[in-house]
């Protein structure tokens, strides 16, 4: 496949009836599947067979779907352009030539390319929706709690969620209804129904936004290109044609959410990154009488660029002293952007903002730059540290042709109302 879409292409048969009957989901390769070899788009992991499913691919089997294979992301999801992988990068099926985004790159781009009716990605900081703007298909990042992360190769567990990609609204949203719910082996799920809502989430795309209103963060605005500002206003002209009505709101916290979304990120992350060492997980680093460089030469070898920086941030961020400038004060952040949300929240039945503020990037144009990578998390990453749900859906195209996301975030548990104003986009 010559856009690279996949790592492992390796079809699992699902049950024989069920929702998805007939329908193929591709499976980011950081989600494990029971004996078929799962990367997490990295070296380390390159021959690593997970001994169990997790509970989304329990899930999908049972629903009758089949698994056509792993698709390609960002090595261990660090990433917004799926260029990090050590398996190369995937290239834009609708935008030849540039970065499908990240980090679930490959499930975008191989449903944006119908090699897979639908697929799985996760999403810590945008890496559901930011693939599915850059390749014009639809994304949602559930509320943290709605889908089990059992399975799922952490990166960091505080704000990630797997969420469904597929080329329409009701599509995403009848994957999302197989794979939402409570699971044993996941402590932090929760059950939507004690919390209102009814799982009927493929119902809810009626396109029906008479009376809806919609609240615009105007810091989601500021710093995004012309063209993607003009495709998202045309959009809410057509939401209010359809009765919809919308005001501008501040959200002062939001200027914060970038930086403290990393300290967060990367100190999770170099936490949860820390049993790969040749020894319990990854590439053997060999023993030749000291423990300490045999780690070493195992993490030198099996990590690329990326995760060794990340790897390296989130250790200081986290290290004695440094704890309470960085750490606390991230946390601090994330309650204020939390608080910001819920209020704004409270006047608005959905917030609305372009899910990128850039259109995607030229192959090759972000490597050179991580802070120019980093900073274009803008719109995305404020929803992962509030753990609220949002959608993205295509809103159409800059001038010169390349797709726009328009994103919808609700309050906790409201997967409904994103999902119903979604839809009368899409
Ligand atoms: N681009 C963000 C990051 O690199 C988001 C990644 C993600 O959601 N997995 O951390």
């Known amino acids: 496949m ?58 999908l089997l049972d629903a009758g779907a089949a698994i056509p294979g792993k698709t390609n992301m960002d090595e261990f999801g660090m990433g917004t352009t799926t260029e990090t992988s050590a398996f190369g990068a995937t290239e834009n099926p609708t935008a030849p030539g540039h970065v499908p985004g990240g980090s679930s790159g490959g499930s975008a781009a191989v449903v944006a390319a119908g090699d897979a009716d639908m697929a799985l990605g996760t999403d810590t900081g945008g890496s559901v929706r930011c693939p599915a703007a850059f390749c014009g298909v ?14 799922l190769i952490a990166y960091a567990n505080s704000l990630e969620q797997i969420g469904p990609l597929a080329p329409t609204v009701e599509e995403a949203a009848e994957l999302l209804e197989v794979i939402a719910g409570p699971d044993e082996n996941d402590a932090t799920t929760r059950d939507a129904r004690e919390q209102g809502a009814t ?17 615009i963060p105007t810091e989601l605005l500021d710093g995004a290109d012309e063209g993607i500002v003009e495709t998202f206003w045309d959009a809410i002209d057509d939401l209010e044609s359809a009765g919809a009505s ?68 989130g250790t200081y961020a986290l290290s004695a002293g440094y704890h309470d400038k960085y750490y606390r004060k ?10 910001d949300f819920d209020e704004a929240l409270d006047e608005a039945d959905v917030l609305a903002s372009p899910t990128m503020p850039v259109p995607p990037f030229e192959l090759g144009e972000s490597l050179e730059d991580p802070l120019k990578m980093y900073l274009a998390d803008a719109n995305t990453t404020p929803i992962n540290l509030a753990n609220l749900p949002a959608i993205s859906v295509p809103a159409g195209e800059t001038d010169d042709g390349l797709p726009v996301g328009m994103q919808f975030v609700g309050p906790a548990f409201g997967e409904e109302q994103i999902i119903r104003a979604g839809s009368a986009l899409a």
Not at 330 to 339: G, L, S, V, Y
């Open 2 to 59: 010559s856009y690279n879409g996949y790592i492992t292409e390796q079809r699992i048969e699902g049950g024989d009836d069920g929702p998805l009957a007939g329908k193929t989901v591709a499976v980011k390769d950081n989600i494990s599947t029971d004996g078929v070899v799962t990367t997490c788009g990295s070296a380390m992991l390159a021959e690593y067979e997970p001994p169990y499913d997790a509970t989304v691919v329990e899930r």
């Open 138 to 151: 639809v994304g949602i990042k559930p509320t943290y709690g709605l889908v089990s992360r059992y399975g």
């Open 199 to 215: 799982y009927e989430y493929a119902a809810a795309a009626d396109g029906d936004v008479e009376g809806l209103e919609i609240g």
């Open 246 to 313: 919308y005001h501008e709101v501040s959200l002062p916290s939001l200027e914060h959410a970038v930086e403290a979304y990393y300290v967060i990120a990367m100190g999770e992350a170099s936490s949860n990154l820390a049993r790969f060492d040749g020894v319990r997980y990854g590439v053997s680093g060999g023993y030749e009488g000291n423990w300490n460089d045999s780690f070493a030469r195992s993490r030198d070898e099996g990590f690329g660029e990326e995760v060794k920086r990340r790897v390296l941030l």
């Open 330 to 339: 991230a946390q601090d952040a994330r309650a204020w952007i939390k608080q």
